[in-house]
């Protein structure tokens, strides 16, 4: 837990008009931010953020009511950051002389990034009082050698706008090579999952848990959920639109310098055994992805790095 010295130090230096430094959620250190485009939060545990709200607009976020706000365990909704593995890690291990990665599973889902404490190394406000960013930076302790032996450093940049946005960068600060695979794991607040129409998908190839082995192709253009979704798109870079009648607007997702897409909800029965969601909350959500990962995981050179950019907008929907 964070002494009252270390939140006052958090405050002095970071606290100013439209930014606060406080206990949230489980006493747990966030950044609240205000400005002239949105309100925001974001909790130093796993940089994630929790909150995005427009002016004038519902937020766009979803964050499960039976979410845990704990030490070594991931907040259910917001931007959970998948770093340096995706599902169980299986693309992340030292690449092969021929470059690839040996592919064996490292450690729990999701990696570690997720249930991080960060460090706040900056707050930096746009022209005009009309966007805020918020800077975080992760490196390797013994606990994270523990599971995964590579040198790092990590820098996380939100900016709070009339967008949200999100920058990943990822520095090898080893002697060798490794792969990591890496996701942007966005919850949106949708009215009603089963009434969506989500574009940018079409004939692009994708893994599913659900329908099984091996890879299929999005045919129909706009996606409509029908039921548990859990798919892995490759080699797109495409923007993703979801288009939400109940809440009469669009959201997209722009990206850069990720080439998979992640779309999931986990349906009614899933949802039951899912931690920290409610009965009826699998409604209520929608998981749009900005990934690399399986065969796009990323591969470093000693002293390299890469950025992975999201942003996502909401708008009304046309008339």
Known sequence: MISRSELSHL?????????????????????????????????????????????????????????????????????????PWFGPGTSVTRPSVDGKANGKPVGVAHGFARTSEWTLAAVRQGPGKLSTSVIFELDADDAIRAIWPHEFHA???????????????????????????SALHTYLKVGDVRLLRIGGLKETEYL?????????????????LSGETDRVYRNTAA????????????????????????????????????????????????????ANTHDHAVVLAPGQKHVMHACIEASAIPT
């Open 11 to 83: 405050i002095e230096r970071f606290g100013r008009e439209g930014v606060v430094v406080e206990l949230g959620q489980g006493d747990l250190p966030l950044v609240r931010v205000s400005n002239k485009s949105c309100t925001g939060q974001v909790y130093l545990h796993g940089a994630h953020v929790t909150d995005w709200t427009p002016r004038g607009c519902d937020p766009v976020l979803f964050v499960s009511a039976r979410s845990s706000y704990e030490r070594g365990k991931a907040i259910r909704g917001g931007v959970p950051i998948c770093f």
């Open 155 to 181: 820098t996380y940049t939100v900016t709070f706008g009339q967008k949200l946005g999100m920058s990943l960068e990822i520095v090898n600060k080893d002697v060798a090579p490794f792969a990591y695979e």
């Open 208 to 224: 599913a848990k659900i329908e099984g082995e091996g890879l299929f192709k999005q045919t129909n253009d706009p996606l409509v």
């Open 239 to 290: 923007a993703i639109s979801v288009t939400d009648p109940t809440m009469g607007r669009v959201v997209t997702n722009t990206k850069n310098d990720s080439n998979s897409t992640v779309i999931w909800n986990p349906w009614e029965e899933k949802s039951v055994s899912s931690a920290g969601m409610s009965a009826g909350e699998w409604l209520h959500m929608l998981c749009v992805e900005t």
